[in-house]
Nanobody, 127 residues
Framework: QVQLVESGGGLVQAGGSLRLSCAAS????????MGWFRQAPGKEREFVAG????????KYADSVKGRFTISREIAKNTVYLQINSLKPEDTAVYYC????????????????????WGQGTQVTVSS
């Protein structure tokens, strides 16, 4: 089973940027749709962004469109989440996840669709 390790979180001021990384232990292209989720204190884990397993189609939650960009570096089996114009409400633990069951280029936004998860990386945005 694939193992995922996130990095890149930290404490930033509002308006700042971060790039989160998710390194997979095996090839992700053609095998896994990849997603980023986040969970704020006292809230449910929510979908943020996803990238499909073949052509790399992307999908975003409405709350982050225009500020977040998901990408993947196939040669490194790594997925990135570039976060710009950070807001205090972006404060959360960010998780990377892999979904091996999707056909072709579907991206599922449901947490239950993802089989493998990283340990998470904390992002804290100060006002």
């Amino acid at each position: 089973q694939v193992q995922l390790v996130e990095s890149g979180g930290g404490l930033v001021q509002a308006g700042g940027s971060l790039r989160l990384s998710c390194a997979a232990s095996e090839r992700i292209a053609m095998r896994y749709a990849m997603g980023w989720f986040r969970q704020a204190p006292g809230k449910e884990r929510e979908f943020v962004a996803g990238v499909s397993k073949t052509i790399g189609r992307t999908k975003y939650a409405d709350s982050v469109k225009g500020r977040f960009t998901i990408s993947r570096e196939i040669a490194k089996n790594t997925v990135y989440l570039q976060i710009n114009s950070l807001k205090p409400e972006d404060t959360a633990v960010y998780y990377c996840a892999a979904d091996g069951d999707q056909l072709v280029d579907t991206i599922d936004v449901r947490r239950a669709a993802y089989d493998y998860w990283g340990q998470g990386t904390q992002v804290t945005v100060s006002s």
